[in-house]
């Protein structure tokens, strides 16, 4: 019975450095996808602050502001609040 123990323990060690060689690789997988992603969305909303920067220099404070440019303003922070939710779904 005693070397038939011994293979159960090799067998089981095996397994058990397979387990963390995966575990290891699987995690670095997530840690790429997440970084990849964060810095999509980063890109996403740098472009949506130089969009709404333009808009303000364009619409200085305390100026009346016209329904075209009020427009503007909302089409800008919907598509913002979409790169955003879009980031959270992904993150």
Same mark, same amino acid.
């Given at each position: 019975?005693?070397? /038939? ?9 095996? &397994? ?5 060689? &995966? !575990?290891?690789?699987?995690?670095? @997988? ?7 992603? *964060? !810095?999509?969305? +980063? ?12 808009? /303000?220099?364009?619409?200085? @404070? !305390?100026?009346?502001?016209?329904? +075209?440019? /009020?427009?503007? *303003?909302?089409?800008? &922070?919907?598509?913002? &609040? !979409?790169?955003?939710?879009?980031? /959270?779904?992904?993150?």
């Amino acid at each position: 019975m005693e070397p /038939q123990s011994n293979v159960y323990k090799y067998a089981t060690w095996i &397994l058990v450095v397979v387990v963390i060689i &995966l !575990g290891v690789m699987l995690s670095r @997988k997530n840690a790429e996808t997440i970084t990849s992603q *964060l !810095g999509d969305s +980063t890109v996403d909303i740098q472009a949506c602050r130089v969009k709404v920067a333009t808009w /303000q220099e364009a619409n200085p @404070k !305390g100026t009346p502001v016209s329904a +075209t440019a /009020q427009a503007e *303003l909302d089409g800008i &922070l919907e598509t913002c &609040l !979409g790169s955003v939710e879009d980031a /959270q779904d992904k993150i």
